[in-house]
């Protein structure tokens, strides 16, 4: 069974920095995609982030590109998401997602498994 447990999240103030954990168990790690999703209150959950089965290849929403930066460590069954310059807007809950593919997928419907997700909040 496939598990994902994320962690990192936490209060910070705008212009800070956070680094995203996910754990992966459950099955080869390095042979499918990762993706990391986001949905604030009152939202829909959006696409943030994606990385393929080798770390090769990365999508980013337009409005973290440059920002935020998704990698991911096979040795460690861990994906990770490093978000810096951090705005209110991006208060949200953060979301770990892996699919059966190995590409770096920007579609939520792509997704089967999905972690329990891990609070962020950016203070103004």
């Known amino acids: 069974q496939v598990q994902l447990v994320e962690s990192g999240g936490g209060l910070v103030q705008a212009g800070g920095s956070l680094r995203l954990s996910c754990a992966a168990s459950?099955?080869?790690?390095?042979?499918?995609?990762m993706g990391w999703f986001r949905q604030a209150r009152g939202k829909e959950r959006e696409f943030v982030a994606s990385?393929?089965?080798?770390?090769?290849?990365?999508n980013y929403a337009d409005s973290v590109k440059g920002r935020f930066t998704i990698s991911r460590d096979n040795a460690k069954n861990t994906v990770y998401l490093q978000m810096n310059s951090l705005k209110p807007e991006d208060t949200a809950v953060y979301y770990c997602?892996?699919?059966?593919?190995?590409?770096?997928?920007?579609?939520?419907?792509?997704?089967?498994?999905w972690g329990k997700g891990t609070q962020v909040t950016v203070s103004s």
């Open positions: 997602a892996t699919h059966s593919g190995s590409w770096a997928s920007k579609s939520e419907y792509d997704y089967d498994y």
């Open positions: 459950g099955r080869t790690f390095s042979y499918y995609g």
């Open positions: 990385i393929n089965y080798s770390g090769g290849a990365t």
